[in-house]
């Protein structure tokens, strides 16, 4: 079974918003055994969505539209889709009496503008949106050529562009729905998230490895903060499971220290589930990553039961008056400095009575640098009862990208000193 | 002028790799008047990059690829373009060389694998890469049907698909080369950015406004935290500057209060700009935003001029030890409370001997709701040395949602404070 999704909005032609959602469609399809073909994206125009929904049911089975469901009058795609299907728009009560409740939990009265959201093309199927005030749409259309053919029916499913309710509609109906039609074999994807190593580092590990298996098909994802390896099997391989077992046995041998989860899950969830597996609780002292561990940290729900809070110090007194900071280690290491990083991780776990602390401490750009001390130079400490630990690093990037790489070797040290792993990541 | 924009890799289509490429090109174009007509993403498959380039340039003078330049043998973009354009490849020491220096910068020697990316298409003009390895390309190919058939030369510009590579080469070659080529007249693009109003109530207070202006484009994009409304002008409508100016002034009229900027910054940039201006100091101490607020300040560069820091205090004891939260505001009103939220204001102002203190205290969610505090209740402290004041907000989203809107609306009730606006967001 194949997939188009089209993504509709001048917004994605012209300006800012990033099309996340085409991705996270294509991904969940592609966990079912979907293959998107193509993503193609379009101007809020009734000529351009006319013409996008010809090619793509003419080239798929299934066709995922976004966008253009709001209340606003750029807001085309369903008078595009009653014209495309050939039918009438019918008003839902039920859909509008839902918008004014939205809007009376909030205390304010429902905006006129909104009554057009509860406006549906007669031949769609509605799709609960519970979060939002949009109903997501179906549309079943023949077997081209009738059934005779041997054709099988097409699914042209609409959905809003918010992303929340997009995900929300595609994890409560879409996904089930479509599992539900697509007999066709599923791919097995594997997934191995790491940190700390370049891509070609990586290739370069397992390169023969790889090399071994080339009916398996192989992705490096690079980001910001780390490299996702991806491997998916088609079913035929999938079925031979002691062969994939063994590479990757080989896969963990050759760079599974680099590896934080073979989940979807972030490292701050991996690092959440460790600490409270080992019932330890954690403080964070910042420098240069700006409360940007932190929050990571508490993106994780349930992490108040583990993570006692810290602080961002970022002027020197705030490290001595707050966490303890020896003056003279200011003044003869400086606060970018191993000697800082330690006291700092040392300082935030006395103060919060918490069993371990992590400290960040460096210069994450542009200004703030010295010949001895680079942008991107950053200290990382850790500090037990038993012990401390600091370690240096050199990152590269934007005053951003040091942010967030930053915050990931921090959470990856605690990680590795959480797993008794040998504290170095090259 | 138009363009098509062509991104390369499976990871687009196949899983969780966002297309974030290809909104900032098309909006970097859409600046300088080049309309992007269509996104397309592709495999990394020859078949599908000859037939996307070969639809691509016969509809639009500019094509821009992005994706399929890195090391691993996923990365097959250069060899197609070779067999597109006809020519062999080249080896280039000089990149080859810049890779090692790259590498021996980070105190690791060069990969064997990156090798392959100093292989170039010969009719390939280069087009620097100063932070990555892989340098960018440019193939110019003829008019088509030849200089009598009037048409304008086709330019194919090929850029690495790591996020801040090609934003930088976006911003030091291509758009600097467009600029000179594009002679068509340009579009104006305005920008108002709001937040604390939803969409269909800006829409609803500026409608008639709107209305009366049906040349101007307009878009509402509608983001977590908050609502850009972008007018674009044609050149025969930006040239009736009387026009738009009273236009521009009725909108002010309507929501100029949520405006918080018609540029193109973020709110703790503008938040930052303030206090620079003024010559204050901040702190900030955070409970449910977890550190989400003091990570947004700190994106800025230079921000250490006017944030000493804060604090994340996540449990009880540490609002009281840290903050000077009195026990007994915590019995009688809870930590989610107005009267918590004004003592963590005062508590960090004091801690951190700042001229302003701010504080968030909520509910983020999934858990610790109760019937009379809900979750995406949060409360927001303020103290100046003449007074502290706290608001009220029940905010809609999950644990994510509400940690960014949270912080958002503490941003902007600092800003509003500022700026000696009253401070009622509705």
Known sequence: MKATIISIGNELLNGKTVNSNAAFIA?????????????????????????????????????????????????????????????????????????????RQRGIPAPEVNRVQAWIPAKARLLDNPIGTAPALHFETPVPGGIAAGGAARHTLVLPGVPQEMKTIMAESVIPFLREINTAGLIEVHLYRTTGVAESKIYEHCRALLESRP????????????????????????????????????????????????????????????????????????????????????????????????????????????????????????????????????????????????????????????PEKPVGLIYLGLATVQKTVAKKFLLIGDRVMIKERGAQAALELLRRELLGMENTTR
């Not at 969505?49 to 089975?61: D, P, W």
């Not at 009058?73 to 009653?82: E, G, M, S, V, W």
Request: hydrophobic share 40%; charged share 25%.
């Open 27 to 103: 991904a969940k399809l592609y966990e079912i055994g979907i293959v998107t073909g193509r993503v193609v994206a379009i101007r809020d125009e009734t000529a351009a969505i006319l013409e996008s929904l010809e090619q793509a049911l003419a080239q798929s089975e299934v066709v995922i539209t976004t966008g253009g469901l709001g209340p606003t009058p750029d807001d085309i795609t369903k008078n595009a889709l009653a014209d495309f299907f050939q039918c009438e728009m019918v008003f839902h009560e039920a859909i509008w009496q839902k918008i004014e409740q939205r809007f």
């Open 215 to 370: 009916e398996y098909e192989v992705a490096f994802l690079p980001k910001t903060t780390g490299v996702d390896l991806r491997i998916a099997l088609r079913e035929k391989d999938a079925a031979k499971k002691q062969r994939f077992a063994e590479f990757e046995a080989g896969l963990f041998q050759t760079i599974g220290k680099y590896i934080y989860t073979t989940g979807p899950e972030e490292l701050e969830e991996v690092v959440g589930k460790l600490l409270r597996e080992r019932r330890l609780t954690l403080a964070a002292a910042e420098s240069c990553t700006g409360g940007l561990v932190q929050d990571k940290i508490t993106d994780v729900a349930g992490s108040s039961d583990y993570f006692l809070g810290g602080m961002v110090a970022y002027s020197n007194e705030s490290k001595m008056r707050h966490l303890g900071v020896r003056a003279e280690s200011l003044q003869r290491y400086g606060a970018v400095s191993e000697a800082a990083a330690k006291e700092m991780a040392e300082g935030v776990r006395r103060a919060f009575g918490a069993d371990i602390g992590i400290s960040t401490t460096g210069i994450a750009g542009p200004g703030g640098a010295t």
